[in-house]
């Protein structure tokens, strides 16, 4: 069974950063890790994205403050945060694409989520 585990969300004051992971355990390898988030009474948006190759794509609203890498040989996947806005605050999710090795099947999970606040 796949587990998707979150971690780095908290609390922070407008203009500062966090460092969000996302690490996928199981037999597989992902093909695509991207953070979603969503904020009270809003509908969830994808904040970036990264494919194992290294090709990535981002929200128009986060470009340039935001940035997505992953470590393959992990299967984890990071989003480091800077110049952090009030507007950023939401319940960030990470979906993982990967690659089931013995079934050589191709599935999606989701992490339970963690929470980012952005004091103004």
């Known amino acids: 069974q796949v587990q998707v585990v979150e971690s780095g969300g908290g609390l922070v004051q407008a203009g500062g950063s966090l460092r969000l992971s996302c690490a996928a355990s199981?037999?597989?390898?992902?093909?695509?890790m991207g953070w979603y988030r969503q904020a009270p009474g809003k509908q969830r948006e994808l904040v970036a994205s990264?494919?194992?190759?290294?090709?990535?794509n981002y929200a128009d609203s986060v470009k340039g403050r935001f940035t997505i890498s992953r470590d393959n040989a992990k299967n984890t996947v990071y989003l480091q945060m800077d110049s952090l806005k009030p507007e950023d605050t939401a319940v960030y999710s990470c979906?993982?694409?990967?690659?089931?090795?013995?079934?050589?099947?191709?599935?999606?999970?989701w992490g339970q989520g963690t929470q980012v606040t952005v004091s103004s």
């Open positions: 979906n993982v694409d990967y690659l089931v090795w013995k079934t050589a099947t191709r599935q999606t999970s």
């Open positions: 199981g037999e597989i390898s992902f093909n695509a």
């Open positions: 990264i494919t194992r190759g290294g090709w990535t």
